[in-house]
């Protein structure tokens, strides 16, 4: 396991060289290999499920003294006989499958009666083909499912902000909508009629013409990308954009604004520079009608 050191042999002390005396038995060897792990480690009788060995670290998890833990069934370790037998059952589907390895998590008991996560991986042993001893690694993962249970918690909290910050964006597109809407309204039933009522000819009317065109189209992004930093049109090319868009000619142009033809062509040229369509076969006005 990582993290995990496994004592193999016994390090000679003193000057002379003198070995230290090995155990004598194999539990208690085996219990001087372990001591120094954080896990416990069972080994077990299958069928029966009878404890034959486990290691120091038992009292640290389970609060039970080796010696009333030998020789005792696993039932003792969970808090409900379902557990125990729900256990077994996944015990013998994996030896029934062939599995050398079988890793569960679940709910165990201590001593004191508390209830705690644990993880427990098993390797099954065989004597002449058949399986007779489980060795179990237990790890406490209380913690872990708490951060688990904290990160699942923190995901279904993001779940409903996206689904309350939907809602928010879904009702701000309505009340776009309905003020798009209302000033169209507006402009249609309060200024449009007055405009009509005008009587105005000649340059004038052409004017009128391009307030009524405007009008219409109140809630456009016309304005905003003619103004964009990327298009760096001064306001008078502005001006005159909307007036090309609404298929005034440069002709009518420089009357309108009172320039000559030339500066009205040469501020042409400049917005088909600005919007990077030059020596293109393009209609400028039909490039600006899709802004």
Do not use: W
């Not at 077994?88 to 499958?97: F, H, M, Y």
């Not at 405009?195 to 809630?219: A, D, F, M, P, W």
């Not at 005159?240 to 009518?252: A, D, H, L, P, Y």
């Amino acid at each position: 396991m990582p993290g995990t050191h496994i004592v193999t042999s016994i390090a000679s002390s003193g000057e002379g060289g003198e070995d230290e005396e090995m155990p004598k038995n194999s539990s208690d060897y085996l219990q001087k290999l372990n001591e120094p792990l954080g896990v416990v480690i069972f080994s077990v009788i299958i069928p029966e499920r009878i404890v034959e060995y486990v290691n120091c670290a038992i009292v640290n998890l389970f609060g039970y003294k080796l010696d009333e833990c030998i020789g005792e069934k696993t039932e003792i370790f969970y808090p409900e006989v379902d557990g125990y037998h729900y256990f077994g059952r996944t015990l013998k589907s994996a030896i029934k499958e062939g599995k050398d390895v079988l890793r569960v998590e679940g709910l165990f008991k201590r001593k004191n009666g508390e209830i705690f996560s644990c993880e427990v991986t098993t390797t099954f042993l065989k004597e002449n083909e058949k399986i007779v001893r489980g060795i179990s690694i237990m790890q406490d993962v209380t913690e872990r499912g708490k951060s688990e249970a904290i990160l699942l918690e923190q995901k279904k909290a993001l779940e409903q902000k996206n689904i309350a910050l939907s809602e928010i964006l879904g009702q701000i597109e309505i009340e776009k909508k309905q003020i798009k809407d209302n000033v169209m309204a507006n402009a249609e039933n309060l200024l449009l009629p007055i405009i009509q009522k005008l009587s105005l000819k000649g340059e004038s009317l052409k004017y009128v013409q391009l307030l009524r065109t405007n009008l219409q189209e109140l809630t456009s992004s016309f304005g905003k990308k003619l103004t964009a930093k990327e298009s760096r049109l001064t306001s008078r090319e502005i001006e005159i954009c909307n007036m090309i868009r609404n298929g005034i000619t440069s002709k009518e142009i420089a009357s309108l604004l009172n320039i000559s033809l030339g500066t009205a062509e040469k501020h042409r040229n400049n917005i088909r520079k600005k919007l990077d369509i030059v020596n293109k076969d393009v209609n400028l006005s039909s490039v600006l009608k899709t802004f």
